[in-house]
DNA sequence: TGTAAGGCTTCCCATCATGGGAAGGTCAAG
DNA sequence: CTTGACCTTCCCATGATGGGAAGCCTTACA
């Protein structure tokens, strides 16, 4: 199998395989007389892996952890839940920030007339111009 | 005023100033005869606009147009409500992508007996050895 | 007044994951 | 044998930020 068809098979980019090769995280089954890339079954499966892995949000370097566990058959299920775990942390950290952000924005457009005059509570905000009292109770500590 | 006192003046650290002036975004009052960057209350007035701005998510091409439209007296409020909706639908849309993975984690972490043996619903999810049909009700369309 | 510390300058590099594109070799079909 | 589609490597770009080096400037202190 040729890279474009194993990109084809796994839903990977030829140009992200390249990469993956590049840091170590897969390697082709073997090169062709001619340099080319040569694939099995076996690779695509890695790949596909890696791209559910991608799809969940697991950053490269946690990819790679999974995938050695993956391939190491005396792991113990909960050396994954626990990447698992500090995963789904950092997403409700990260989702929660953003529904900061989200919720003073809301406040902030629904106190925005939105027509043609130039008085907008959005850029008193973002001048410091306090015209949002209910999310900044206390001092001026960013949001993020 | 320094760009160190600008800086802490506004939060924004000096690295980032030199860098919003490379791309457009602020100037400095001046020079000093030896280079120095020199900056007054409105410069700072600015960084602290940006450095709001950028709390809430939007981007940098997005705070630019913020900050046009903030030192435009002519402009509509609307304009600026438009910016503000986009940005909402945007971070709802990332929030909502997120919380599909926090889900599907969450539900093959309790899947996942977290123990001394190998067995591992979370990793024969990535695996592609379908143990989590909660999630995937239809074809393998990606999370992200 | 000399010197040392610390602040400023520019320039380059790194991150993270991905894509674009150029220059050139290879393969398969016509 | 040519053409087009594929492959190779290499370089560059993104977005926002930080690190660090080399060298100049300023301030404070002895």
Redesign the interface.
Known sequence: MNIGEASGAS?VSAKMIRYYEQIGLIAPKGRTQSNYRVYGEQEV?VL??I???????FSLEETET?LK??QD??????S???I??T??ND??R??AE??G??K???H??HC?????????P??D????ERAAPSDKPKSGE???
């Open positions: 839903g499966h596909r892996f791209k559910r892995a991608r799809s969940l949000g999974l566990l993956w058959k005396s792991r113990t299920s909960a994954v839940k626990e698992a775990t995963h789904i997403l409700e990260r989702i953003m529904q952000m989200v003073t924005l809301k902030l457009s925005c007339g939105g027509d043609h005059r130039p008085d907008c959005i850029l905000d973002l001048a410091g960013s949001v993020a």
